[in-house]
Nanobody, 118 residues
Framework: VQLQASGGGWVQPGGALRLSCAASGFTVDAYAIGWFRQAPGKEREGISCIDSANERRTYYADSVKGRFTISRDTAKNTLYLQMNSLRREDTALYYC???????????WGQGTLVTVSS
């Protein structure tokens, strides 16, 4: 099982980025998968999650609700995070992780850096 996160970069405040999380070794619609981030000097936080295809439920942290959208492409076996209206406080290392039925995270991607600054 592997998760490969990509799509990070530098963007000005108000800009947009789309992160990708390519999965291998399992199908993305068979598991809940989440996006997490860790800003400098802060703890890692969960920001969005999408349940397995049977549930079709999504979750967003209050800090990103209305600005970020999580989605999944089963044909590409990839998870996405569309990030709009980015703010300086969104600067962080972003990770994707597979979520177990018990709510833990058993596999993590390597992280992709998002920097929001002018």
């Amino acid at each position: 099982v592997q998760l490969q996160a990509s799509g990070g970069g530098w963007v000005q405040p108000g800009g947009a980025l789309r992160l990708s999380c390519a999965a291998s070794g399992f199908t993305v619609d068979a598991y809940a998968i989440g996006w997490f981030r860790q800003a400098p000097g802060k703890e890692r936080e969960g920001i969005s999650c999408i349940d397995s295809a049977n549930e079709r439920r999504t979750y967003y942290a209050d800090s990103v609700k209305g600005r970020f959208t999580i989605s999944r492409d089963t044909a590409k076996n990839t998870l996405y995070l569309q990030m709009n209206s980015l703010r300086r406080e969104d600067t962080a290392l972003y990770y994707c992780a597979r979520v177990t039925s018990a709510g833990g995270r058993d596999y993590w991607g390597q992280g992709t850096l998002v920097t929001v600054s002018s």
